[in-house]
C-alpha cells in the first residue's frame, strides 16, 4: 500500500490532487533542470551527485541547459549548479520546478511534486523504504524514471541513517544517463562502468604523512588520512589531532 493510501485510511478521508500555489523567483536562463540534493532523511540522500553532474554538464552545455540546484541552506552545495538551496520558500521552489524540462533528485517533495505538475523527473530510492510505497502517486508514470539501489535481497531499513548507505550503491552514470535519455539528448554514456567506489568517495580527504608536528590550526576541520604506513611517528600524532582534525 502506498503511504499517502495508508494516511488517507487511517484519516478517514479520500485522496484528491492537491492544489499547488506558486512564486515567482527570478532566474537568468530560459531552459534548466532541477537538482534537489536532499530530503531531510539522510538514508535517502545520494552522495555521488557532484559525479552525475560530471556526466552530464557537457551535454547540457552543448544545449544551453543549466542546473538549478534547490534545498535547504544546510545542504552542500554541488559544483557547477546554480545554487538557490535555503534562497527560495516552497512557493518559489514550486515555480522552480513547474517551469523547469525535469527535475533530477532523492525521493522528496520535488519528485512528487515534478509528477503532479507533469514535469519529467529522475528519482533515487535507497533501502530505507519500498519503492512501490512512497513513489511519485501523481501524474504521467512514464514522464518519471525511477531508480532503485539494489538491496541484494534484504527488506528495507526504515531507518533515517544507513551504514553503509545503500543509496549509494547506484551507478552515477546510470542515474546521468536516464537524465540525458529523459531530455531526449543522444549520448554515449553505456560505454562507462563504475567498478569501485569506497565508503569515504564522496568526503575530501587530505592524506598526511606525519613527519613533523602539526603548525596550529592548519587544516581544521578536515578530514585527514594519517599515512602511518611511510611514517609512523607516535610522538607528533597528537598535535594532529587538535583543532577538530577528523582523523582515520
Not at 15 to 28: G, H, R, T
Not at 30 to 37: G, R, S
Not at 221 to 232: I, P, T, V
Request: hydrophobic fraction near 35%.
Amino acid at each position: 500500500m502506498h503511504l499517502l493510501e495508508r494516511y488517507a485510511l487511517s484519516c478517514g478521508v479520500q485522496i484528491d490532487k492537491p492544489c499547488i500555489e506558486e512564486a515567482f523567483f527570478p532566474l537568468s536562463c530560459e531552459k534548466y533542470i532541477i537538482l534537489h540534493a536532499s530530503s531531510g532523511m539522510n538514508s535517502k540522500n545520494y552522495d555521488y551527485y557532484n559525479d552525475v553532474v560530471d556526466l552530464i554538464l557537457p551535454y547540457l552545455t552543448e544545449h544551453q541547459i543549466k542546473i538549478i540546484q534547490i534545498g535547504s541552506p544546510e545542504d552542500p552545495p554541488i559544483k557547477n549548479c546554480y545554487p538557490t538551496n535555503g534562497r527560495t520558500n516552497i512557493k518559489q521552489a514550486a515555480y522552480l520546478i513547474k517551469n523547469s524540462l525535469l527535475v533530477l533528485g532523492n525521493d522528496s517533495f520535488s519528485s512528487h511534486m515534478a509528477s503532479g505538475c507533469g514535469i519529467k523527473s529522475v528519482t533515487t530510492f535507497g533501502g530505507s523504504n519500498y519503492l512501490q510505497c512512497c513513489a511519485p502517486y501523481w501524474g504521467n508514470k512514464q514522464r518519471g524514471i525511477l531508480i532503485e539501489a539494489d538491496r541484494q535481497g534484504q527488506k528495507p531499513s526504515f531507518a533515517t541513517e544507513e551504514n553503509p548507505k545503500i543509496i549509494n550503491s547506484i551507478h552515477p552514470e546510470k542515474i546521468a544517463a536516464a537524465v540525458l535519455t529523459q531530455l531526449c539528448i543522444p549520448h554515449t554514456l553505456s560505454t562507462i562502468e563504475t567498478l569501485l567506489m569506497g565508503s569515504l568517495y564522496h568526503l575530501p580527504t587530505l592524506d598526511i604523512v606525519p613527519d613533523h608536528v602539526a603548525n596550529g590550526p592548519l587544516f581544521a576541520g578536515s578530514l585527514m588520512h594519517l599515512r602511518l604506513d611511510y611514517e609512523f611517528n607516535q610522538e607528533v600524532i597528537p598535535s594532529w589531532c587538535d583543532h577538530n582534525r577528523k582523523l582515520i
